[in-house]
C-alpha cells in the first residue's frame, strides 16, 4: 500500500471512533431530555434524512469537486459543529430541535464525506481490484472495531463525565481527521462538464446505474438487505428478550457477536474474492446472510442465536468489502461519487421500509415472523442478483474498465446521453 494508504487508514478509524462515541451519546443525551418515543425518534431520523433530499445531488457536487480537499473541509466543519451541542450542554440549554438539526448537518457532512472517500480511493490506489479489496478490508475492518466495539462503550462512559464530554470528544476526532486527509496526496482535479447542469449531472449518475446491470446489482444488495435487517433490528430485543430470555446486558454480548462475525467477514473477504470470484462470493455471502437470518428465526437459545448473528454478520462484513471495491475498480472515475451515491441512497431509502415491516408482522403474527420474512427475502435476493453479478459479468466489466479511452468497450463509452443545459 502507499504510505498515503496509511494516514487514510488512520483518519477514517479515528473518526469511526468518534462516530461510535456519537453514536452512543446521541440518543442518551436526548433521553435526559425527554422521555417522549416521538421525540428520541426525530433524531434518530434526522440523521439519514440528507439521503433522503439530495443524495444524488451531492454525488453530484462531490464529481464536481476536489475529492480530498471535501474529505478535510467536511470534517473541519463538523468539528466545528459539534462545538454548539457542547456548549449548549454546558451552559445546560440543550433541547431536542438543536440535536435533530445537529443530527441532520451531521448526516450531511457524513454524506459528503463518504462519497468522496468511496471516490478518492481509487484516486490513491489505482483500480487493480485486488488492492482495492485490500485496502477496504483494513478500512471496514478498523471502522467496526472503532464504531462497533470502541466507540459505544466510551461514549457511554464519556457520558458519565459531562454532557459535553463526548460531544467534544467526537470533535477532536474530526480534527485530527481533517488533518490527516490534508495531508494526503492530491488527487487529479475532476474535468469540468461546461454546459450541464447539477440536476442533469445528478440525473446521468443514477441513470448509469440503473442502466447498467451489474452496478444495478451491486446497488440492489444493500437496498432489499437493508429492509431485511432493518425488519429483524426492530424487533431483535423483543425477541432476545421474550423467546430467548436475554437480559440487557446479554443483549449488548449479543450484538458484539455480529460485530464480530463483521470483522471476521472483512478480513477474509479477499481470500473468499481471489478463490471464488468475485461474482460467486457475492452470492455465497448474499446466502449465508439469508440462511443465517433464519437460523436466528429458529435459534432455541442465546448462544443458538449469537452464532447465527456472528455468521450474519460475517456476510455482510465480505460484501462490504467486495462489493464497493468492485464499483471502484469499474466506475469511470468522473461518474464514481453520482454512482455511489445514488446506491447509497437507494439503501438508506430502503430502511424504513424494513423498520414498518418488522414492526407490522411482529404485531400482526408473533415476533418470529419478521424474521422468518427477511431470511427469506434476502434469499428471493440472492436468487434474483446472482446473474447480475457474475464472475462472467464481473470480469467483462473488469475488462471494459482497463480498455483505452478511446475503445468503444470501454465503460464511458456506454455513458447515456447527456443533454446541455439551456
Given amino acids: 500500500m502507499p ?15 468518534g462516530d461510535g462515541v456519537t453514536h452512543a451519546a446521541l440518543p442518551l443525551l436526548a433521553l435526559t431530555l425527554t422521555r417522549d418515543p416521538m421525540a428520541l425518534a426525530v433524531v434518530t431520523a434526522a440523521g439519514t434524512l440528507p439521503w433522503f433530499l439530495f443524495g444524488v445531488l451531492g454525488g453530484a457536487l462531490v464529481d464536481r469537486w476536489d475529492h480530498r480537499r471535501t474529505m478535510w473541509v467536511t470534517d473541519a466543519a463538523r468539528a466545528l459543529l459539534l462545538a454548539i451541542p457542547a456548549a449548549a450542554a454546558a451552559f445546560d440549554v440543550l433541547s431536542i430541535p438543536l440535536l435533530a438539526a445537529v443530527a441532520f448537518l451531521l448526516g450531511v457532512g457524513g454524506l459528503f464525506f463518504d462519497t468522496a472517500a468511496t471516490a478518492y480511493l481509487p ?8 488492492v482495492l479489496e485490500r485496502a477496504n478490508s483494513r478500512l471496514r475492518g478498523a471502522q467496526t472495531a472503532a464504531s462497533g466495539f470502541a466507540g459505544p462503550p466510551a461514549g457511554s462512559a464519556l457520558l458519565a463525565l459531562g454532557r459535553a464530554v463526548p460531544l467534544l470528544a467526537d470533535a477532536v476526532s474530526f480534527a485530527l481527521s481533517a488533518l ?25 449518475g443514477a441513470s448509469y446505474v440503473f442502466r447498467d446491470r451489474l452496478l444495478l446489482g451491486l446497488a440492489l444488495r444493500p437496498a432489499v438487505g437493508n429492509i431485511a435487517f432493518l425488519a429483524v433490528e426492530t424487533v431483535l430485543a423483543l425477541f432476545a428478550h421474550d423467546r430467548l430470555g436475554i437480559d440487557t446486558y446479554g443483549f449488548g454480548l449479543l450484538l458484539t457477536a455480529e460485530a464480530t462475525g463483521g470483522l471476521l467477514g472483512a478480513g477474509i473477504a479477499s481470500f473468499l474474492g ?8 457475492l452470492a455465497c455471502t448474499a446466502a449465508v446472510e439469508g440462511l443465517a437470518v433464519l437460523g436466528l428465526a429458529a435459534a432455541p437459545n442465546a448462544y443458538a442465536a449469537g452464532l447465527a448473528l456472528a455468521l450474519c454478520g460475517a456476510g455482510m462484513g465480505a460484501t462490504m468489502v467486495l462489493g464497493p471495491s468492485l464499483r471502484q475498480a469499474v466506475v469511470p472515475a468522473h461518474l464514481m461519487g453520482r454512482v455511489a451515491s445514488t446506491s447509497r441512497m437507494l439503501a438508506m431509502c430502503a430502511a424504513p421500509l424494513g423498520a414498518f415491516l418488522g414492526g407490522w408482522l411482529a404485531t400482526a403474527y408473533d415476533v418470529r415472523t419478521p424474521l422468518y420474512t427477511a431470511g427469506g427475502l434476502l434469499l ?43
Fill in 274 to 281: 481471489r478463490r471464488l470470484g468475485t461474482g460467486t462470493a
Fill in 180 to 204: 490527516l486527509v490534508r495531508s494526503l496526496p492530491a488527487a487529479p482535479r475532476p474535468v469540468p462538464q461546461a454546459h450541464e447542469s447539477l440536476l442533469r449531472q445528478a440525473r446521468a
Fill in 123 to 130: 484516486d490513491l490506489l489505482g483500480r487493480d481490484p485486488a
Fill in 380 to 422: 428471493a435476493m440472492t436468487a434474483v442478483t446472482a446473474t447480475m453479478t457474475s464472475n462472467r459479468r464481473v470480469e467483462a466489466a473488469l475488462r471494459a474498465a482497463a480498455a483505452p479511452a478511446d475503445d468503444p468497450d470501454h465503460p464511458e463509452s456506454r455513458e447515456p446521453v447527456q443533454e446541455s443545459a439551456v
Fill in 3 to 17: 504510505t498515503g494508504f496509511g494516514r487514510l487508514w488512520t483518519a477514517q478509524t479515528v473518526s469511526s471512533l
